[in-house]
């Protein structure tokens, strides 16, 4: 079987390369290797398999319908993953043009190209962030109509949805969206939470605390939802969609306490204002996920704070130019 990764370089896309190659199945990644952040930590991210007979890398940006379409012409692709995406949220909010084309228009391309290709079945990644801003105690796939996204970011992700659920009446084509809840863990962008704080930690910068660090995400551990997309891999479906959460809403300040202890080292922690389009509370109810997948969460958050720590240490060193002109505008705003 032939499964096409996209975004297959990434944080979350080179977890589930991992996990589609690790079970014998071939790969094809694409990745755009865009600037968002630094190419060579995507290529180290695939390093281990590029001399695997299975694994096939190409360059490509799923913007590119022609150049995608021959990638599909030349390889018998049974399934796609599609993970490429413009992420962050505050990024987003800067420049909602270049969201709109890479998270819907990329989506829309690789959608009817498998359509046309007639793959057996496609997983799209979507975000919790399409819930918007809620009081829920828990968010549920089943019971609340995510119709308020406060991001540009989360509008993309809700128009994939549309696309998909359209694809899949009218194209015939299984697909299953899935709305993965605050990844983290090794290989995590340096523009995430867990990363920037634990980069910060270690060059002696204060840590900006958003709020009073109250909120709660609910976190999940990056291997967890590499096995949640091979889960729906693996379940063709007509249209559905599933959180894939952690199903426990963690407070900023205990995750912080956690990289600390892991760093061994404490953080200087400076109160700003909260960001607009930033959800302060996220907990999925993964109740349809285990019943119609048989997926659920393996790893605390206590152990996978350590696990991402243990490989953050291993970096040659954390991003400190690119901190240092993030510090400068969060501090002296």
Same mark, same amino acid.
């Given at each position: 079987?032939?499964?096409?990764?996209?975004?297959?370089?990434?944080?979350?896309?080179?977890?589930?390369?991992?996990?589609?190659?690790?079970?014998?199945?071939?790969?094809?990644?694409?990745?755009?290797?865009?600037?968002?952040?630094?190419?060579? +930590?995507?290529?180290?991210?695939?390093?281990?398999?590029?001399?695997?007979?299975?694994?096939?890398?190409?360059?490509?940006?799923?913007?590119?319908?022609?150049?995608?379409? &021959?990638?599909?012409?030349?390889?018998?692709?049974?399934?796609?993953?599609?993970?490429?995406?413009?992420?962050?949220?505050?990024?987003?909010?800067?420049?909602?043009?270049?969201?709109?084309?890479?998270?819907?228009?990329?989506?829309?391309?690789?959608? &009817?190209?498998?359509?046309?290709?007639?793959?057996?079945?496609?997983?799209?990644?979507?975000?919790?962030?399409?819930?918007?801003?809620?009081?829920?105690?828990?968010?549920?796939?089943?019971?609340?109509?995510?119709?308020?996204?406060?991001?540009?970011?989360?509008?993309?992700?809700?128009?994939?949805?549309?696309?998909?659920?359209?694809?899949?009446?009218?194209?015939?084509?299984?697909?299953?969206?899935?709305?993965?809840?605050?990844?983290?863990?090794?290989?995590?962008?340096?523009?995430?939470?867990?990363?920037?704080?634990?980069?910060?930690?270690?060059?002696?910068?204060?840590?900006?605390?958003?709020?009073?660090?109250?909120?709660?995400?609910?976190?999940?551990?990056?291997?967890?939802?590499?096995?949640?997309?091979?889960?729906?891999?693996?379940?063709?479906?007509?249209?559905?969609?599933?959180?894939?959460?952690?199903?426990?809403?963690?407070?900023?300040?205990?995750?912080?306490?956690?990289?600390?202890?892991?760093?061994?080292?404490?953080?200087?922690?400076?109160?700003?204002?909260? +960001?607009?389009?930033?959800?302060?509370?996220?907990?999925?109810?993964?109740?349809?996920?285990?019943?119609?997948?048989?997926?659920?969460?393996?790893?605390?958050?206590?152990?996978?704070?350590?696990?991402?720590? &243990?490989?953050?240490?291993?970096?040659?060193?954390?991003?400190?130019?690119?901190?240092?002109?993030?510090?400068?505008?969060?501090?002296?705003?």
């Amino acid at each position: 079987m032939a499964v096409l990764v996209t975004g297959g370089a990434g944080f979350i896309g080179s977890h589930v390369v991992d996990a589609v190659l690790a079970r014998g199945d071939e790969v094809v990644c694409i990745d755009n290797l865009n600037s968002y952040y630094d190419p060579l +930590q995507k290529i180290r991210n695939i390093q281990p398999h590029l001399d695997n007979p299975k694994f096939s890398f190409f360059c490509r940006d799923v913007c590119e319908r022609h150049k995608m379409g &021959e990638l599909f012409d030349a390889f018998k692709i049974d399934k796609v993953v599609h993970l490429a995406a413009r992420a962050g949220v505050r990024a987003s909010i800067e420049s909602p043009h270049v969201y709109t084309e890479a998270n819907v228009e990329g989506t829309v391309n690789m959608l &009817e190209l498998a359509k046309t290709h007639a793959v057996k079945n496609f997983v799209f990644a979507s975000s919790s962030s399409a819930y918007g801003p809620r009081i829920d105690p828990v968010f549920s796939e089943a019971t609340i109509h995510a119709d308020c996204p406060a991001s540009p970011y989360a509008v993309s992700k809700k128009s994939g949805e549309h696309f998909c659920h359209m694809y899949s009446n009218l194209g015939n084509i299984p697909v299953t969206a899935l709305r993965f809840f605050s990844v983290y863990g090794p290989r995590g962008r340096p523009d995430m939470m867990p990363y920037k704080t634990a980069a910060l930690i270690s060059l002696g910068y204060d840590v900006p605390i958003y709020g009073d660090g109250s909120t709660k995400r609910d976190w999940t551990y990056v291997e967890d939802v590499a096995r949640g997309v091979l889960s729906a891999l693996d379940n063709p479906r007509p249209y559905d969609m599933f959180n894939i959460g952690n199903s426990h809403a963690v407070e900023l300040k205990r995750l912080i306490d956690l990289i600390e202890n892991h760093l061994g080292k404490k953080a200087n922690r400076v109160f700003v204002p909260v +960001q607009s389009g930033e959800p302060q509370f996220t907990h999925a109810d993964i109740s349809k996920a285990k019943t119609h997948l048989g997926w659920e969460p393996k790893t605390s958050i206590e152990e996978g704070i350590a696990k991402f720590i &243990e490989w953050f240490k291993l970096q040659r060193r954390p991003p400190q130019k690119a901190l240092e002109l993030d510090y400068q505008t969060w501090r002296f705003k």
